[in-house]
């Protein structure tokens, strides 16, 4: 006998705060692009001013080097530039700031200055193998030769694995506590394997 059971959520949202650290940190793919040369960064140098004010200046290849009024003489490969405007002659022309990619996601997930940010309110949806458990009874002759009337023996798993989930990085099941739409650990939920064996006499 084969015995499955699911478990299904649709419909909810959840705010991740393990989501919103990873990303801060740069610990997830999501911030891979623009942190190098082969991940599309573009290069720029730290230009030090009349006066020691700072300003990041872009250079035309990751291949050049820093100028004499750099910084540190240091070429960077993880710049890169926002979509959007900026003002100009009393007027609007394309955003060519280059900032560090690390810059970045610390301001972005810090642009609320508040921890309930909509970045990061995820669709909780999801399908779970809550559990499966197969069982095996062994042939009479073979019960009776150990003078019982049957054998059944069974293995079960449960919370096994996500057939789907909506939520990335993190176990859908990870609240904090008894609260519902606040995740706050990665931890997942404990996988557990039992074997048993059960004898008529």
Do not use: C
């Not at 942190?35 to 290069?43: C, L, Y």
């Not at 970045?104 to 399908?127: A, G, S």
């Not at 009337?149 to 008894?178: A, C």
Request: proline fraction near 5%.
């Amino acid at each position: 006998n084969v015995r499955v059971g699911l478990d299904f959520n649709f419909g909810s949202r959840l705010i991740s705060m393990s989501n919103y650290y990873l990303l801060g940190t740069g610990t997830v793919k999501e911030t891979l692009p623009n942190r190098d040369e082969a991940s599309g960064g573009i290069p720029y140098y730290i230009q030090v001013m009349p006066g020691g004010k700072e300003q990041i200046v872009r250079l035309d290849s990751h291949q050049a080097s820093a100028p004499s009024d750099s910084k540190d003489g240091r070429v960077y490969h993880d710049g890169m530039i926002l979509t959007g405007v900026k003002s100009k002659d009393n007027g609007y022309v394309p955003n060519d700031q280059i900032i560090p990619v690390a810059a970045y996601w610390f301001t972005f997930i810090h642009d609320m200055q508040d921890n309930l940010q909509p970045d990061y309110i995820y669709k909780n949806n999801y399908v779970k193998l809550r559990e499966i458990a197969i069982a095996y009874s062994l042939p009479k002759a073979v019960s009776e030769r150990m003078h019982l009337q049957k054998v059944t023996l069974s293995l079960t798993g449960r919370n096994l694995f996500y057939l789907h989930k909506s939520i990335p990085n993190i176990d859908s099941e990870s609240l904090q506590g008894t609260n519902s739409y606040l995740e706050y650990s990665i931890f997942p939920m404990h996988r557990s394997w039992g074997f048993g064996v059960n004898v008529s006499f």
